[in-house]
């Protein structure tokens, strides 16, 4: 079953945020420090939960806006607990999203994936989702002035 999010959800979505980044966060004792974020990503965002016998099973996060040529989307985060991997859910809840997305005139989803997960890559590959020549860059700023490098 996939639903909205509840605010009684958060600490669930924690859990997974923390189970799909588990190599950044693998050395928190506690997941507090993700519960303001999430609270406040609830509030400006589309959540989708995904339920497995009354479960938490994963969660997408996505919000809609007036792109450049045409309204858009944007999937922040989909994330499944590594126990519900591989049955569907992650398919289940992008279906859900594109369909919410057509009822609301959205011409156009946009996400982010990393290079290197080539299980993301594959998913999204097979529901059409292509690249799109973006290449994201990033620096990281350590003090100084910037204008001599």
Same mark, same amino acid.
Not at 1 to 6: E, L
Not at 68 to 73: F, S
Not at 98 to 120: M, P
């Given at each position: ?10 600490? =669930? ?42 479960? /938490?099973?994963? /969660?997408?996060? #996505? #919000? ?5 040529? &045409?309204?858009?989307? #944007? ?15 992650? =398919? ?20 982010? /994936? ?11 590959? %097979? ?11 990033? =620096? &990281? ?6 204008? %001599?490098?």
């Amino acid at each position: 079953m996939i639903r909205k999010a509840v605010p009684a959800d958060i600490e =669930k979505i924690a859990q997974i945020y923390a189970d799909a980044y588990s190599e950044i966060h693998q050395k928190e004792s506690s997941l507090d420090f993700l519960i303001p974020e999430i609270s406040q990503d609830l509030k400006e965002n589309e959540f989708r939960i995904a339920e497995v016998d009354g479960k /938490v099973a994963g /969660v997408i996060i #996505y #919000y809609t806006y007036q792109g450049y040529d &045409e309204p858009t989307a #944007y999937l922040k985060f989909l994330g499944i607990l590594e126990e519900f991997r591989r049955n569907g859910i992650g =398919k289940s809840l992008i279906n859900t999203m594109e369909s919410e997305c057509r009822t609301k005139g959205i011409k156009k989803i946009l996400l982010d /994936v990393n290079s290197k997960s080539s299980k993301a890559r594959a998913l999204y590959n %097979s529901l059409g989702y292509a690249e799109n020549g973006m290449i994201q860059m990033e =620096k &990281e700023l350590t003090g100084g002035d910037s204008s %001599s490098q």
